[in-house]
């Protein structure tokens, strides 16, 4: 449930001064409800229902989180062509610690329509907008990660019991962004052509990192402190065209690209955390992107003439980040071996119109990341049935048998570069002339068919170890809770992809009228 | 119930918020409705909830209930790792624990939850450690006239909590309690022996009986023989003290059964196949061959018939283990004559010394098959005559499918504790 107010009030100061003060406030209420409920052991086929089932399970579960919000604003415009904006916005929110009280976010803001000055006298250029602005903005934690927490559990001989559940942490704190933007926006010649350009420096201290609660005060799972600092910068640039516009003809094209540079900054001194699945390897660590992959890293093994492996050579260096010249792999500790979201993205998109007759597509890439893809780990090391796990000597990968003799395989055996292109869309639209619809009492009327996901364009790895990556665009939907660690820090950054469907290819028609 | 956080003191911010709070009057309030962040928690609560004096026996219930959850995994997982039991699946987990891969960054042994896969030792056993202490702590102070059978409750706590001390002592390399500095072994055992010795001055007469085995146990480990041949001789003959299972709940399933037998993740190690007495077969560790399992190499799975189903409870302090305590202690006649008494129930023909060897390595061999997948006693032995000659060796080398054991022994203090304790240098 969401309830908003805002109100505003506008005034010229003078011809050339206006200002507009805004107020508002916002109310969130945010309420899940999960209801489950499951039987096993029914005495004859055909029974499908829970009740009819010899063991039953039932469960229930609910979290609600409420936000409140109260903001001022402030704009002042100067000749309608440069724009000042200052505003405060103050949250408080049920997840928040006991010993803390609500936050203060700050924010600014300038733009500078240049194209309007009178000294501007490049008439080919239309619009020439640039814009920057700093603000603070909060991350609220997880629900009810400040509280300790007790949950009901099945004690001896099916008897009531409670457990303890969550150690909380009283001090904790949202996390706080602070976030510099720099940008363009301008087109030219009758704006045939427009470009937009973004660059932006966050920093967001005070995060919140999943730490191992102490196992020996009792509590198991994690503890959430606000130790972190982590820096993202990078750029978004877009550009557009329409290289034909003519009544019976119109073309354009597009294309953006942007990129994301990440770095944990410092730790407070804490030991890098791990989260998601154990065998992930995934872990913030100082001077690496938030939630990197390090694991083992063999780089070199060799089959002796007896088909035994020998001279096993791992990446070496610093126990966990690794970096080092390669070491015997049994004094190896972990390397890193890629972060988890991507480093860059790009999209393009073209439409064609003859006059009624519209075909457009648009493609996307991703790339700069790994996942760890164990349908490829798990089909290898576990299931143990595809040809490289069976081959003998010397033709089995050394490197292979490497990692499977060392147990925690999974992941480094799956560990896929898992950039990708992909034709998103393609379509095809046809506009129903005027009078067709209106024979059927429509005022205007389209069909059109489209497709989506039709074609992988490249993908960045494609096999591993000789078993297929069927689709790396699969990724995992939401962090892993058996594991614990899912908060705003982690998640969307589960590497670890198990049983998640892949993208469908979807063929759609679609006739869209108005009457 | 109701949760809120709402408790506003004064703190430099304070004047920033009511200024703006202020240029909202117009919405009536809003800011200072603290009722508006109220959450609820209806699926958990939060510790106040443990102060009344009308919960204390479900606080001592609940450190049963964990307690159980701990026992379980450890009973399993020490005998996956030790030489009872060969990982039979390709699962990671299974094999690092089968092939004594486990050391201080090990996850799964150091901070796995009761239910999950694998064998959680650490975390699960200092949950229920600090269960059972709180317990005692509250119920203590809670006014006498609150809380019926005070003492015995109390007792009870302590029993539980001497229990999760033995865990912690008998297989841990190091330890920390309560984020405090390091303790050896002998140290935390101890600390076991303290709180049984609470539990025997007040608990039921079952209480006092685990008491006392466990008690005789822990002064075993420690060395005091005549302490533990006192607490052992006073077990009564037939007593047993389990720790329940059922199948109304994972976290409360029969990991022998789920896990070796229900997944076939291990086999019996041939250590324990067949095992006979005189050409008899011991009725004390019956193995079933059921299936030869796809692993690579393709390898037999032998199937444990002690826990037969998910609600097979498993024992926790029995007379056969006190009987065991006084033959090891006592050697000579006396562990003849409990040797051959127990052979006797068994219908195993007799033990001679003069004739079949060794007292003590019959004690023990007889230790290994009277407590077999119990309670963490083969680990355990494993562990007190290393270096001896009455060594237990477990399987080093190249495992049955062709992979190396590691060197795990007992389990080294998990790095999760070591890293996060500020006591610990």
Known sequence: MTVDYAGSVTSDFTDDLSGETSVGAQYYLRENTITTASGREFPVPGLETISSAAVRFAGEDFIENKTLGVYVQQRIGWKNRVFLTGAVRADDNSAFGENFDFVVYPKASATWIVNEEPFWNLDFVNTLKLRGAWGKAGQQPDVFAATRLYAPITGPDGSAALTRSNIGNPDLEPEVGEEIELGFDASVWDERVAMEFTYYNQTRSKAIVAQAALPSLGFPGVEFVNVGTIKNQGFEIGVGADPIRRPDWNWNVGATFSTTDNKVVDLGGLTPPQFGAPWAGQRHVEGFPVGSLFMKHVLSAEWDASGNLVNLMCEGGDPISGGGPPVPCDQAGTAYRGQPFPGWEAGMNTSLRYRKLTLSATADAVGGYVKCDTRVGWTHMFFRNTRQMNVPPPERDPILAAYDQFGGGTCQIGLVDAGFAKLRDLSMRFDVPVEWSEKFGASTASVTLSGQNLFTLWIAEDERFGHPVIDPEVHATQGRPTYANVNAATHGMVAYIQDQWPTYQRITLTVRTSF | ?425
């Open chain 2, 1 to 425: 119930m109701k949760y809120g956080n709402r408790r506003k003191h004064g703190s430099g911010e304070v004047g920033t918020f009511t200024t703006a709070a202020s240029l909202v009057l117009m919405l009536g309030g809003l800011t200072g409705c603290d009722d508006l962040l109220e959450v609820e928690l209806p699926g958990v609560v939060d510790e106040s909830a443990l102060e009344d004096p009308a919960i204390s026996a479900l606080l001592v219930n609940s450190a049963v209930a964990d307690f159980e959850c701990a026992y379980n995994n450890y009973t399993f997982g020490s005998s996956a790792f030790s030489d009872e039991m060969w990982h039979s699946s390709g699962a990671q987990i299974d094999r690092e624990w089968g092939g004594r891969i486990i050391d201080a960054n090990h996850q799964n042994m150091a901070q796995a939850p009761c239910q999950r896969t694998g064998f959680g030792q650490y975390t699960p056993i200092q949950t229920a450690r600090t269960e059972a202490e709180d317990a005692v702590r509250r119920i203590t102070e809670f006014p006498d006239a609150e809380v019926e059978n005070k003492a015995a409750l109390i007792a009870t706590a302590h029993a539980y909590a001497g229990y999760n001390y033995v865990m912690l002592g008998e297989a841990f390399c190091e330890m920390a309690i309560d984020g405090g500095s390091l303790l050896t072994p002998d140290q935390v055992l101890r600390m076991a022996e303290e709180h049984f010795t609470q539990a025997l001055a007040a608990g039921t007469a079952e209480i006092v009986n685990m008491a006392r085995v466990g008690r005789a146990r822990v002064r075993l480990d420690l060395g005091d023989g005549p302490g533990a041949l006192s607490d052992a001789q006073a077990v009564p003959e037939g007593f047993m003290k389990v720790a329940s299972r059922g199948d109304d709940h994972p976290r409360r399933y029969n990991k022998g059964y789920d896990r070796y037998t229900r997944a076939t993740a291990f086999t019996v190690s041939p250590r324990f196949r067949d095992l006979e007495w005189k050409g008899v077969l011991d009725p004390r560790v019956m193995v079933e061959f059921t299936s030869v399992l796809p692993t690579a190499p393709p390898l037999d799975h032998f199937k444990q018939t002690k826990y037969t189903s998910l609600g097979s409870p498993i024992p926790l302090a029995t007379w056969e283990e006190a009987q065991l305590i006084i033959a090891e202690v006592s050697g000579g006649q006396t562990a003849v004559d409990i040797i051959n008494a127990l052979h006797a129930r068994a219908g195993l023909p007799p033990f001679d010394p003069t004739t079949d060897g060794d007292i003590l390595a019959q004690v023990l061999q007889e230790r290994s098959r009277e407590l077999f997948l119990e309670g963490g006693h083969r680990l355990n032995d494993h562990l007190r005559y290393m270096g001896t000659p009455h060594e237990i060796p477990f399987f080093t080398g190249v495992d049955h499918l062709g992979r190396q054991y590691g060197n795990a022994t007992c389990w080294p203090l998990p790095n999760v504790e070591r890293h996060g304790n500020p006591n610990i240098p």
